[in-house]
């Protein structure tokens, strides 16, 4: 790593690149073999060595800023409906499908498979996030497939060897001819998202229980993938299909691209607005119960975005802290001024904290069926979900600004994580939606509340703050009455809480304490910027310290 005196003009701060992004991060490792991963460390150690040498950093850059490009018609006026992507995009697919971000747990039964697989999602998203969201949706839709495969063999057949390969095959041929595949989800609808009884696309029996689909969805992105799982109306009520892209007989299935979303950010990926004629489709699941089908993928879809979120706070903070070590400011680093301290341990706890979590979680998808960790994962997932995306705006922004102007141009990285943050909190279920999730979950399901205490309590007695916490959410949650307007606050509860917890069994007692002191106690939260909690003078320095090796 270079210093400031070695670069050819004075106070500039080296590039952050060719650093590996696992071992720099003593908070993901920890996370990793606290929750069972570390039989992955080596494969992982690798992953996070590929992600940060300065070629991949830069595919990440490439693939945003050239967007892929729709081609609705070939040079004869017919309909191709393709979408182009820049080479760089391929290349990070390749790289990530041949390390199994895509299916991973799905190979390997080894306990704690999700949480290995977890951690490579987390480095993933430090360098590109459009590239996560097929990869993302494949992995969320084996369980699905699995249930299904049952009544449809098509899917051990065709369609789930080519999903779990270890490989990326980018053409538009029949899943038979391919290497591997591709899933994405197709819900959303012009007139609703998170309401999705709304539907409206229809779907008519037709040749050997395969259906046609007729209407449309307002938002259905990567769709290069080779099929969608899509909900639509039949006789029976909302149902989900499988949506292929390619016929088997190698035509083209009836799905038009409209347009591509022109999006905040998530640029590289393509997200699309499409419309079905007749297209083919077969049933998923049982008839009539498309929103219980496709909720299995869409919860591990939530799982993704609070460990990808987890990845670009990690991401920002790096950047942040790896600046102020370089940048000196009347006569001193950055780093080293009082005020800049507290602003960058403050980030750190947040940080660390939601990678904490975001494993923790992981490891409760690896828990079979009717599991305690089960019916925790229900309740925690959608209150990580709100939480951790609704604390990632704020961080990437205060991250960007620890590097000064330097921060606002492109090249840093930080606008790029600023303008990607938000899209986890709206996609998959808005933080609202994630919050009444939450409340239905804790009155509907004593077990989830049952485990979540039990979890909890593991680290009572240690920190009076965080005992007070919990003994008051532990009460709230006891008595909660269909009141919305508290969801809020009762999702926020839980994920600062199961965040605590794994800290303070954790975490050094400076990081422990300075967080359940600022996120927990009553004053906790005042006006809402990093850093406006002073840690406590001397605690902010060990903090720094151990979120990024000098
Ligand atoms: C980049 C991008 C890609 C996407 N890709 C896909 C995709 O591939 N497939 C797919 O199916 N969808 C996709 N979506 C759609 C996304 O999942 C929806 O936008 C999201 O679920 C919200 O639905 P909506 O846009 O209809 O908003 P609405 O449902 O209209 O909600 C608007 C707001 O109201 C809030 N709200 C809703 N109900 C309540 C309530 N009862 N009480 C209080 N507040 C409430 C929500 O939290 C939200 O903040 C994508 C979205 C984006 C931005």
Not at 118 to 147: D, F, I, K, W
Not at 391 to 409: C, I, Q, T
Not at 492 to 517: E, K
């Amino acid at each position: 790593m270079g210093t400031a005196a070695e670069t050819p003009f004075p106070n500039q701060p080296p590039p952050y690149a060719d650093r590996n992004l696992y071992t720099d991060d003593v908070a993901l490792k920890d996370a990793l073999v606290r929750e069972g991963g570390a039989w992955a460390e080596n494969a992982i150690g690798e992953w996070g060595a590929t992600l940060g040498t300065a070629a991949v950093l830069a595919l990440g850059d490439t693939a945003n800023r050239h967007p892929p490009e729709l081609a609705t018609h070939d040079a004869r006026g017919e309909r191709i409906d393709e979408v182009r992507f820049h080479p760089a995009w391929h290349e990070l697919m390749r790289l990530a499908t041949s390390a199994g971000v895509h299916c991973l747990p799905w190979n390997d039964a080894r306990p704690g498979a999700q949480v290995a697989r977890g951690a490579m999602v987390h480095l993933h998203a430090q360098v590109e996030n459009g590239t996560q969201c097929p990869l993302t949706m494949t992995y969320a839709s084996v369980p699905v497939l699995r249930r299904a495969a049952a009544a449809f063999p098509q899917l051990e057949r065709d369609w789930l060897p080519k999903i779990l390969a270890r490989d990326y095959d980018a053409r538009a041929v029949p899943v038979a001819a391919k290497r591997s595949a591709l899933i994405g989800m197709g819900m959303t609808e012009r007139q609703g998202g998170s309401d999705v009884r709304s539907n409206r696309t229809r779907a008519v029996r037709a040749e050997d229980g395969a259906v046609r689909l007729n209407g449309h969805k307002w938002f259905f992105s990567a769709p290069q993938c080779d099929a969608h799982l899509v909900l639509a109306q039949d006789d029976a009520g909302l149902g989900c299909f499988l949506l292929p892209r390619v016929l088997p007989d190698g035509g083209k299935n009836a799905i038009r691209i409209n347009r591509l979303k022109d999006k905040l950010g998530n640029r590289s990926n393509a997200s699309a607005e499409v419309e079905f004629d007749a297209a083919l489709a077969w049933p998923i699941g049982d008839g009539g119960r498309g929103i219980a089908t496709i909720l299995e993928m869409v919860q591990h879809t939530r799982l993704d975005c609070v460990l990808a979120t987890a990845g670009m706070m990690r991401a920002a903070l790096a950047r942040a802290i790896h600046h102020a070590r370089h940048r000196v400011a009347f006569g001193r680093t950055l780093a080293t001024q009082p005020l800049m301290l507290e602003v960058l341990a403050d980030i750190a706890l947040e940080s660390e904290a939601a990678t904490a979590l975001a494993l923790r979680l992981a490891r409760a998808y690896d828990a079979p069926e009717g599991h305690p960790e089960r019916a925790l994962a229900r309740l925690v997932t959608p209150a990580a979900k709100y939480w951790v995306c609704k604390r990632g705006p704020a961080l990437a922004a205060e991250a960007m600004e620890a590097l000064g102007g330097n921060g606002y141009v492109e090249e840093s990285g930080l606008p790029r994580l600023y303008r990607e943050m938000p899209v986890n909190s709206i996609w998959e279920g808005s933080g609202n939606v994630m919050c009444l999730d939450v409340v239905r979950a804790a009155r509907r399901e004593p077990d989830g509340v049952a485990a979540l205490a039990a979890l909890l309590d593991e680290a009572r007695n240690v920190n009076s703050v965080y005992d007070a916490f919990v003994a008051a959410l532990l009460r709230e949650l006891a008595a909660l009455a269909d009141e919305t307007a508290v969801a809020r606050r009762i999702a926020q509860g839980i994920a600062t809480a199961v965040a605590a917890s794994l800290l303070l069994r954790n975490a050094p007692a400076p990081v422990a304490d300075a967080y359940c002191a600022t996120r927990l106690a009553p004053v906790a939260f005042g006006g809402g910027a990093f850093g406006a909690m002073p840690l406590r003078g001397g605690d902010a320095a060990p903090i720094v310290a151990r979120a990024l090796p000098d």
